[in-house]
């Protein structure tokens, strides 16, 4: 092998690589996510120091009439590893992950995804990405399923809002506006509901 051959991976050239490959693509607010992050070995023999998974979210936040992007980590899982990944070949490290109380329900496309950085010593390191489509709490959804098909609401629009005061956990809160169909058209113009869960209960924010 060549001099050439051997540093290449050292800036990211022909280096390892890693592809983290979930059970399930969705997955309900408060569950449990598990998975298997795959990393392949490239032209030379690295040592795998770590593997960090970051479950993050990008909240659009409106603010002096302009739409804003943030991006927040809402939970980190730390693998150490300590072994190595020769040419060509294949390993396998399963993971679970907890999906926090105070994670965005999916209502806007893909807002939340699993970021895999792969800590590859002496060498540019390699990451992955991979979305996912977080579902409503069961308590979250016996509202929803009461507001729209009980209640005769439908869901208008979603924001993101900080609400320190409201939920101290969470950098931002969903807003989920309803408008009325039925028995309520001409009594409420609007419904704005905001969830706060906690382990055993769940709390409701409301205004019209």
């Known amino acids: 092998m060549t001099f050439f051959e051997r540093i290449l991976p050292t800036l990211g050239i022909g280096g390892a690589s890693v592809d983290t490959i979930l059970d399930q693509h969705q997955a309900e607010v408060g569950g449990c996510l598990h998975g298997n992050i795959h990393i392949y070995g ?3 023999t690295q040592a795998i ?5 970051i479950l ?3 909240y659009l936040v409106e ?14 899982t730390i693998i150490h590893c300590g072994f190595n990944v020769d040419p060509k070949e294949e390993k396998v490290v399963p993971f679970e992950m907890t999906i926090p109380l ?8 893909r807002n939340v995804w699993i970021h895999t950085d792969l800590d590859i010593i002496g060498a540019v390191d390699n990451d992955d990405r991979d979305y996912l489509a977080v579902l409503p709490h069961p308590h979250m959804q ?10 005769g609401f439908y869901l208008k629009s979603v924001e993101h809002k900080k609400k320190k005061h409201f939920d101290p956990q969470a950098h931002y809160i969903q807003e989920l506006e309803f408008r009325p169909t039925d028995a309520f058209r001409g009594k409420i113009d609007e ?14 924010r409301m205004a019209v």
């Not at 002096?64 to 939970?75: A, P, R």
């Not at 105070?102 to 496309?109: D, E």
């Not at 016996?142 to 209640?151: G, K, N, P, R």
């Open 102 to 109: 105070n994670t965005p329900v999916s209502y806007q496309g």
């Open 49 to 53: 120091q770590d593997i960090t998974l």
């Open 42 to 44: 490239g032209k030379v």
């Open 142 to 151: 016996s509202v929803l399923q009461a507001l729209q098909h009980e209640l």
């Open 63 to 76: 603010a002096d009439d302009m739409t804003m992007k943030h991006v927040v980590d809402l939970n980190k």
């Open 191 to 204: 419904l704005d509901i905001a969830f706060h869960l906690s382990q055993d209960a769940i709390e409701l």
């Open 56 to 58: 993050k979210a990008e």
